[in-house]
Structure formats: C-alpha cells, structure tokens
C-alpha cells in the first residue's frame, strides 16, 4: 500500500474541493506508488507567472480558488520513486489508471490533464466544469 508522500500533501490537499481530495486520497490506498501532491489552490499572480512561463495556456485555471469556498478544483500530483519525485510518462499513465479507479469507486468524475489532445499535464486532476 502506497501513500502520501511528504509532510505538506495533506495541507496542500486540504485547499481541494472535498470531492477531488477524496479521490486522491484512495488513490493513494490503491497505489503501489506513493503519491507527492504538489499543488492544489494556486493565486491568480502564481497563475499568471505560470502562463508567462509557458507552464500552463490559460488564467482561466480549475486551480485559482473558487468564490464560493475558496478551494481548488484541481490538484497536481505526482508519482514518488525512492524517496524522489518522478517526471517520466511511464509512471504518470501508470499512477492515472489508479486515479481513474478510485474515481469511480468515489463516484467523482475527473479529468487527468494527460488525456487531454494539446498540452498535455500528467500531474493535473480536475474536476470537470
């Protein structure tokens, strides 16, 4: 059994629409890889450096807090590897058959940012709009 990784997953989880943290966290039950989560709630000035980078394509992001609660509907994971967050494709398609199954069994849709046909984002979960 896997499991969060680091002593920030929780509190980063924790600015997540309840639905979507719940979803990772099973997926970190079903998971024979621990799980880094990286990012949930972001500010609009993070959201703009990000764009400015190219990291991501829009200021329209599930990631800035929503107006009613304040919390995210999206969050970055990723998969960690002896002690090491990993960045390779392999790994992301692997750790998002476990996100999909928790899921379903949480009877949460989600959207991974690896099905997605441009730009595509192996640590991204959303909800859908």
């Known amino acids: ?18 639905d979507l943290a719940r979803v ?3 997926a970190a039950i079903l998971s024979d890889v621990n799980i880094a989560v990286l990012e949930g709630v972001r500010s609009l000035e993070r959201q703009r ?4 980078s190219g990291a991501t394509k829009t ?28 960045w390779d494709w392999p790994l992301y398609h692997r750790l998002a058959a476990v996100v999909k199954n ?16 441009t730009f595509k984002d192996g640590p991204h979960w959303q909800l859908p709009w």
């Open 49 to 52: 450096k990000l764009l400015a």
């Open 1 to 18: 059994m896997a499991r969060l990784h680091g002593s920030k997953a929780r509190e980063r989880l924790s600015t997540v629409h309840p």
């Open 102 to 117: 928790a899921a379903v069994q949480e009877n949460v849709p989600v959207e991974w940012g690896g099905d997605w046909r």
């Open 24 to 26: 990772i966290g099973r």
């Open 59 to 86: 200021l329209r992001s599930r990631h800035l807090p929503h107006a009613r609660d304040g919390l995210a509907r999206a969050v970055d994971i990723a998969p960690v590897v002896d002690g090491e967050v990993r």
